[in-house]
């Protein structure tokens, strides 16, 4: 018995392959590469906020003893990214085996006494527009474009595409809403997250069907609302629509993330793996 588990288990190692991990040093990102880690992967750690990488892959040095990369670089940036292609090569001396479309921008407005939210359509500013959908969005495809060619001309590769609940179902607002507060000083979850995570989607439908030839799979991850120090009145309200009751926990997805990244799920491309607590079936 412990032979054939050992067996199955094989497909879930890396052996050594090089996944790069946008927003790595974010809350989930570091998750996503602590996933790497575990199953024998190198995590490629790229920020934009170089400390916060740096911190990242030194956890993962300490945690699991593992070797790790990390890069400062602004996914909205080409020049840029092409250009930590050629460090990658040059210091890992190869090229990426995968690649977790991870970074995004968690947007944050100024709640002023007085004033109406700017997170309200009616007010949403287009400079925040383009920033956000530059970096979740436009940062995606290039990083994509970039890294996913240099696996396509190698016929091997796995891109996974990290969208959300709410790529797959509208924001319900009510979550947001404060009590004696007007209907038109409510802050909302802005319109950007949904464009973004549904797209998110849709860019991976694309990438799997055009690569599909050259050995290169794509996939999206739904992940729900992860636990973060929320207050107890937005939990209360997020679980009563949750059917397993609760948020869920940073590392829920690791497991996910290793089954999406290795032959494990070698016959799958172009797909969305949901992972809610059932929120979306309500």
Not at 84 to 97: F, N, Q, S, T
């Amino acid at each position: 018995m412990a032979e054939k588990i050992s067996m199955a288990l094989e497909k879930f190692t890396l052996n050594n392959e090089l996944v790069l991990i946008t927003g790595g040093g974010g809350f989930l990102g570091r998750q996503h590469a602590a996933a790497i880690a575990e199953i024998g992967g190198v995590p490629v750690i790229l920020d934009i906020a170089k400390t916060r990488a740096a911190e990242t892959a030194t956890y993962l040095k300490k945690v699991y003893t593992t070797e790790a990369f990390y890069y400062k670089v602004d996914i909205t940036d080409e020049e840029a990214l092409n250009r930590v292609l050629g460090e990658i090569k040059r210091d890992a001396g190869r090229i990426p085996y995968g690649l977790i479309n991870n970074a995004g921008i968690d947007p944050k407005f100024d709640q002023d006494s007085g004033k109406t939210p700017k997170s309200r359509l009616e007010n949403f500013p287009l400079e925040q527009w383009n920033k956000e959908i530059s970096v979740s969005l436009t940062g995606a495809f290039l990083c994509s474009k970039i890294f996913g060619t240099e696996m396509a001309k190698a016929n091997r590769g796995i891109i996974v595409n990290i969208s959300s609940d709410l790529g797959i179902i509208a924001p319900d607002q009510r979550i947001y809403k404060k009590e004696g507060i007007p209907a038109d000083m409510q802050d909302v979850k802005p319109v950007t997250y949904s464009v973004i995570k549904h797209g998110i989607i849709g860019l991976t439908k694309y990438l799997a069907t055009y690569w599909a030839n050259c050995g290169v799979r794509c996939n999206t991850l739904v992940p729900g609302g992860v636990f973060n120090n929320h207050s107890d009145e937005f939990i209360k309200k997020l679980t009563s629509r949750i059917p397993l009751g609760r948020m869920a926990h940073s590392d829920e997805y690791k497991s996910a993330i290793q089954f999406l990244v290795s032959d494990a799920s070698s016959y799958m491309t172009g797909q969305t793996l949901i992972l809610d607590g059932g929120r979306s079936i309500w």
